[in-house]
């Protein structure tokens, strides 16, 4: 299975090591050096260092057309949300997970068909879950 | 027609004063407060301080009753999020974005943005109008990936002067769409003529221009 992830933090760091495993190849896409070192040194993944203005070509670079799970766990929801969309629409990846930390915007993708995750998104719904028992 | 601009950069200052001077109500939304400030100086009461990636932001420049919200925040993932935010959760009949990254343009008529002004592909195209002896012009993207409309003014010299168009053997997937005469401009068939300053608008796969281009100005 071929994972593509855009955005290095903490998120990454922690994701990279739990999806790890035989048959699995991960590339990471992201902006922050230090980051990407870190998580390369874990088997099967590979990096690319990216700037914003070609994002389109990163995508290419990172195998996006073979690719069958595309993560966009960077910080910025925006960003997320555009490579999200394409790796949806235009490159029509399997699984496509967007990480979203507004929540206006979970709901607002999550109805649009994107699998939204966030920390705040699971804190309504654990909260909704709470009150109703 | 109501108009609301989210971004307030140059292009989006022109245009709101274009669009008052022309008699539409106009409201522009801007997050940085020295550019609001200005605004409000130069245009009155139009200008909103605030964030127009936020609900709340949007709800009090009354975009749910808009006919048009025009994105210029200059990023385009921030565009692209504002179109889709008043399309759905305002029901704006008309959405509008600027984008710099021509590579985005697809995504953003996939996910349904109405109207989508690519500034780099503008830029090029009075670029190469403005530049003797390379008379190829992008006019627009088409909806199609990969596919686009150009124009090609046909010099004297050219091999395909007084040739009909079913003489020229054309890339596949290049059509001529439109002959533009110094007479006015035709539907062109098999049979029409190519004359010397004619305006060729084709559509044609965007690897294939350069030979286009060849094809129909080579001597």
């Known amino acids: 299975m071929r994972v593509l992830i855009y955005g290095c933090n903490r998120l990454t760091t922690s994701l990279v090591p739990d999806l790890t495993g035989e048959g699995i190849e991960i590339t990471v896409l992201g902006a922050e050096r230090d980051c990407l070192e870190s998580v390369a040194t874990h088997p099967g993944v590979r990096v690319v260092l990216t700037a914003e203005p070609m994002m389109q070509d990163y995508l290419q670079e990172g195998g996006i057309n073979h690719s069958d799970v595309f993560l966009a766990m960077s910080s910025d929801d925006h960003q997320n949300i555009l490579v999200a969309q394409i790796a949806k629409h235009i490159y029509n990846v399997p699984k496509v997970v967007c990480h979203l930390g507004n929540p206006q915007l979970q709901v607002l993708y999550a109805a649009l068909g994107l699998d939204v995750v966030g920390y705040s998104f699971g804190i309504l719904q654990d909260v909704r879950q709470a009150i109703e028992g | ?151 090609v003014s046909i010099p004297a010299d050219s091999n395909i002067v007084g040739k009909r168009l079913s003489e020229i053997e054309l890339p596949p997937n290049s059509f001529i769409s439109l002959m533009i005469k110094k007479s006015g401009a035709t539907l062109p068939t098999g049979r029409s003529v190519v004359e010397a300053e004619d305006e060729l608008v084709a559509v044609t796969p965007a690897g294939d221009e350069q030979i286009l281009y060849d094809i129909l100005t080579g001597v």
């Open chain 2, 1 to 151: 027609m109501y108009v609301v601009i989210v971004g307030c950069s140059e292009s989006g200052y022109h245009l709101s004063k274009a669009l008052i001077a022309g008699g539409h109500e106009v409201v522009v939304i801007e997050k940085d407060t020295k550019r609001f400030q200005l605004l409000t100086e130069e245009l009155g009461s139009v200008a909103l301080l605030g964030d127009g990636t936020d609900e709340v932001t949007l709800k009090r420049a009354g975009v749910s009753r808009a006919d048009v919200v025009v994105s210029l925040t200059g990023i385009d993932a921030t565009n692209l999020v504002i179109s889709q935010m008043t399309k759905h959760i305002f029901k704006v009949p008309r959405t509008m974005a600027l984008i710099k990254d021509p590579k985005n343009e697809p995504i953003f008529h996939e996910v349904g943005v109405d109207l989508v002004v690519n500034s780099t592909h503008l830029a090029l195209a009075s670029l190469e109008e403005g530049v003797p002896g390379r008379p190829l012009v992008h006019l627009m993207n088409l909806r199609v990936p990969g596919m686009e409309l150009v124009s």
